[in-house]
């Protein structure tokens, strides 16, 4: 356990579907972040919240949308997807006042879109 | 466009070794750095962060850095097959946002 939950695990959808990620941290940090991570390919940051305010979206398609109702949870609501979406989806949180003391991760959601 | 640049390897070593894993970073500002270590299918887990030029030790692992050839380096006294994992780098800076690098796979071997 690493303070950081996502759930679920795994998620196989199909493109007509309409699914949500969770995430919960229990560490009590004020940043929260979405990333996507693809086979061979660097982690990419999808959506940034501090203070439950979102304040960064990498240019991510609108069928990713990303709710911060407070500090400790983080959903990502997926809808239409592609087939291309299917990857990793890792949840991170950090202490924004810290900023040097780097990121806890959670466990991921593998997703499969078929 | 700021970057951090790792070799994918994979990087091989015996069990036993020394394994040296190497990292470029594009941004002057970064000030704080991170390795994390991903086993296959798991989510990273941050083993070394490192702020000041020079090394620092944390049991078989060692990180170095140095800022003015904005380079990071990991390395990992008498390797173990545990070690096995994919090593991402990552960078920051003052916005609390993290760069990761592509990662490099280690391979250790018994």
């Not at chain 1, 990620?21 to 004020?30: D, P, S, W």
């Not at chain 2, 036993?16 to 798991?42: E, V």
């Amino acid at each position: 356990e690493t303070g950081v939950t996502q759930t679920p695990r795994h998620l196989v959808m199909g493109m007509t579907n309409k699914k949500s990620l969770k995430c919960e941290q229990h560490l009590g940090h004020n940043a929260m972040y979405w990333y996507k991570q693809s086979a061979k390919k660097p982690l990419e940051l999808m959506f940034v919240y501090n203070f439950k305010e979102q304040t960064e979206n990498n240019s991510v398609p609108s069928r990713f949308s990303p709710e911060c109702p407070n500090s400790s949870h983080l959903f990502l609501h997926l809808h239409t997807l592609q087939p291309e979406d299917s990857a990793l989806y890792l949840c991170a949180s950090s202490s924004r006042d810290r900023d040097l003391q780097g990121y806890t991760f959670g466990s991921g959601t593998r997703l499969t879109v078929v | 466009q700021k970057e951090v640049e790792q070799n994918s390897g994979p990087l091989s070593v015996p069990e036993g070794a020394i394994a040296s894993l190497n990292c470029t970073y594009s941004d002057r500002g970064s000030q704080s750095f991170f390795w994390y270590r991903q086993y296959s299918g798991k989510s990273p887990e941050l083993i070394m962060s490192i702020y000041s030029n020079g090394d620092k030790e944390d049991g078989r692992f060692t990180a170095q850095l140095n800022k003015a050839s904005q380079y990071v380096s990991l390395l990992i006294r008498d390797s173990q097959p545990s070690d096995s994992a994919t090593y991402l780098c990552a960078s920051g800076g003052n916005t609390g946002k993290l760069i990761f690098g592509q990662g490099t796979t280690l391979q250790v071997k018994p």
